[in-house]
C-alpha cells in the first residue's frame, strides 16, 4: 500500500467565528482520491483551504510530506489547489496568466502555457483576453495548472463546474492520470463524475 501523501487528524475548522468541522480525520494515499460530500455550508471549502496551507485549523493536524509550518506538516511545492474561483487576472490574456504563474511559482513548470492550453482546447483563445472569455473557458485556465506543475496532491473545488461533456471528461482523464502517477485527490463537487479508481467519500454534517 502507497504511503499516505495526506493526514488529517482530529482537525476542526472555523469560519466567520463559527465552528463548521469538529474532529475530522482521514488520510489519502497515492492513487486514492477522496471526495467530500456535504450540504452548501458544510464546510467543504473549509476543509480544501486548510489543506492547502491557506488558513489554520483551530485544532488538530494536517500533515502533507515532511516540512513544517506551525502545527501543519507541510511542503510548499507538494500541493495544487484549484478554487471554486478561478483567480485570473481578467485583464490578462490566457497565455499571459499562465506565463505569470510560470515565474512565480517554484519548482518551475513541467510544461510550458501554449502546450497546455492547446491540450485544452484553447489554442485560439490563449492571446484573448481572458476577460472575453465563457465561464468554460475560464474553469480550463484554471485546471492548466494541473497540467503545468509536478504536484503530488490535487485539492479541487468544484472543479467540473462550468465544463461542457467534453471537457469534463477530459478532466476526468487528467485526475485518472494523475492516480496512475500514484499521485492523490481530494475534490469537493455536486456533480457526478467517472473515475477509474476507487473513489472515497466523506460526508459533512452540518454543525449546528
Same mark, same amino acid.
Given at each position: ?46 476543509? /480544501?483551504?486548510?489543506? %492547502?496551507? $491557506?488558513? =489554520?485549523? @483551530?485544532?488538530?493536524?494536517? !500533515? ?49 502555457g501554449v502546450s497546455v492550453l492547446e491540450t485544452l482546447g484553447l489554442k485560439t483563445s490563449m492571446h484573448v483576453p481572458t476577460a472575453r472569455l465563457s465561464a468554460g473557458q ?8 494541473? /497540467?503545468?506543475?509536478? %504536484?503530488? $496532491?490535487? =485539492?479541487? @473545488?468544484?472543479?467540473?463546474? !462550468? ?46
Amino acid at each position: 500500500m502507497s504511503k499516505p501523501i495526506l493526514e488529517v487528524t482530529n482537525i476542526s475548522l472555523s469560519r466567520a467565528q463559527k465552528l463548521v468541522v469538529r474532529d475530522l480525520s482521514f488520510s489519502v494515499s497515492g492513487g486514492e482520491i477522496l471526495r467530500l460530500s456535504g450540504s452548501n455550508g458544510s464546510g467543504k471549502t473549509t476543509i /480544501l483551504r486548510a489543506l %492547502a496551507g $491557506l488558513i =489554520l485549523p @483551530d485544532n488538530g493536524k494536517v !500533515a502533507r510530506l515532511e516540512e513544517k509550518l506551525g502545527n501543519i506538516t507541510t511542503s510548499s511545492n507538494s500541493v495544487i489547489y484549484i478554487a471554486h474561483r478561478h483567480g485570473l487576472e481578467e485583464n490578462l490574456s490566457p497565455l499571459e496568466n499562465l506565463n505569470f504563474l510560470s515565474q512565480v511559482c517554484t519548482p518551475p513548470p513541467i510544461r510550458d502555457g501554449v502546450s497546455v492550453l492547446e491540450t485544452l482546447g484553447l489554442k485560439t483563445s490563449m492571446h484573448v483576453p481572458t476577460a472575453r472569455l465563457s465561464a468554460g473557458q475560464k474553469q480550463r485556465i484554471s485546471l492548466a495548472r494541473l /497540467l503545468m506543475f509536478d %504536484a503530488p $496532491l490535487w =485539492l479541487l @473545488d468544484e472543479p467540473f463546474t !462550468a465544463l461542457d461533456t467534453s471537457s469534463k471528461k477530459q478532466l476526468e482523464s487528467m485526475i485518472d492520470a494523475h492516480l496512475d502517477r500514484k499521485g492523490a485527490v481530494v475534490l469537493a463537487t455536486h456533480q457526478r463524475f467517472n473515475c477509474k479508481s476507487h473513489v472515497l467519500k466523506h460526508s459533512l454534517p452540518m454543525i449546528p
